[in-house]
């Protein structure tokens, strides 16, 4: 994942702190490292498991009225300080 793209940095962070995860949208995926898996009833949602490309899990797509809304532990996410 890498946010913010398509948004400010204040939007991205006002959507985590208010579902309290680090909450991406499709823009934000890297698709090379992640994909989505689909249980019987995320086929009804649109949702699923977000799991890095070896099965690891990150967390979950939770769509609302914006589209993807990709919630991921924040264990799984690295970052790297600002210069």
Not at 25 to 31: F, H, L, M, Q
Not at 34 to 56: C, K
Request: proline share 5%; with cysteine.
């Amino acid at each position: 994942f890498r946010a913010p793209r398509g948004r400010t940095m204040a939007e991205f962070l006002a959507e985590s702190r208010s579902h309290g995860w680090p909450s991406f949208r499709d823009a934000e995926v890297v698709w090379e490292n992640v994909r989505v898996i689909r249980g019987f009833a995320d086929r009804l949602t649109g949702g699923g498991e977000a799991v890095s490309m070896d099965g690891t899990h990150l967390g979950h797509n939770l769509p609302d009225f914006k589209g993807n809304r990709y919630c991921i532990n924040l264990v799984s996410v690295a970052g790297r300080p600002q210069k």
